[in-house]
């Protein structure tokens, strides 16, 4: 049976800075339905006029009773990302429509060996997977970024997780030290982050268009199978 999509209201209750273009709402939903890593919502805002315009959020938290986490990145000129990231504060009210998606999702009863390639503000779905994992399934993350301050949950991922391993690449500034120098995503770097194909793990893609395919398509070349190959990817939407 399908689920009917109904909108909710949230209540914001915490607000965090996770760089200086994005930020994470952590929401109140009554009668929140559940969600699995992976999954979407749509934010509806609507003025005084009655002009309504919406755009959709990945969840980046595990599921939690009625909480809901979005990591918002601003998009300059956009009608949603600017109110989110600079005016919604502590206190205000939100429709939400979801969970949205059920094919870019992970379960966590799986045992398959997981890779996780994140461009960008991709990390968000993926966060919700790492975060959501209770078991010795093992994840490898490449987070590919353009340089150090673009981050998303720098201090939570800095932590050691037993079974998570993170490779970071760059593509504009690298920190000092840093042994790659800045570049885009490679087979180099796929072939050493993530899981050898006969290992058959579970592979999620998210970022720019270009970004995924490209990484979807080093990944068949390396043998993987595109059945375990999942994308979701993101282009301009008018933020």
């Known amino acids: 049976m399908v689920r009917r999509l109904v909108w909710h209201v949230g209540k914001v209750v915490d607000v965090r800075d996770e760089t200086p273009a994005a930020r994470t709402l952590v929401l109140e939903v009554p009668l929140w339905p559940g969600h699995l890593p992976g999954q979407h919502v749509d934010v509806r805002l609507t003025a005084e006029d009655g002009y309504s315009t919406q755009r959709s959020y990945s969840i980046a938290n595990a599921e939690d009773g009625s909480r809901v986490e979005l990591t918002v990145q601003r998009v300059e000129d956009g009608e949603v990302s600017p109110y989110l990231t600079e005016v919604v504060e502590v206190g205000d009210e939100l429709e939400l429509r979801g969970p949205v998606g059920g094919w870019f999702v992970w379960r966590p009863e799986s045992t398959a060996p997981v890779l996780l390639v994140a461009g960008g503000s991709g990390i968000v779905p993926l966060m919700a997977m790492i975060r ?41 500034s690298i920190p000092d030290g840093f042994p790659r120098p800045p570049g885009r995503l490679g087979v180099a770097d796929l072939n050493t982050a993530g899981w050898p194909a006969d290992f058959t793990p579970d592979c999620f893609l998210c970022g720019p268009t270009g970004f995924v395919e490209t990484a979807a398509d080093i990944l068949q070349a390396l043998g993987h199978d595109p059945k375990r190959i999942k994308t979701e990817r993101f282009g301009p939407s008018g933020g």
């Open 132 to 172: 959501a994992r209770r078991t010795p399934v093992p994840f490898r993350l490449l987070y590919s970024l353009r340089g150090p301050d673009d981050r998303f949950y720098a201090d939570e991922l800095r932590r050691p997780t037993p079974g998570l391993d993170i490779t970071y690449l760059y593509t504009r």
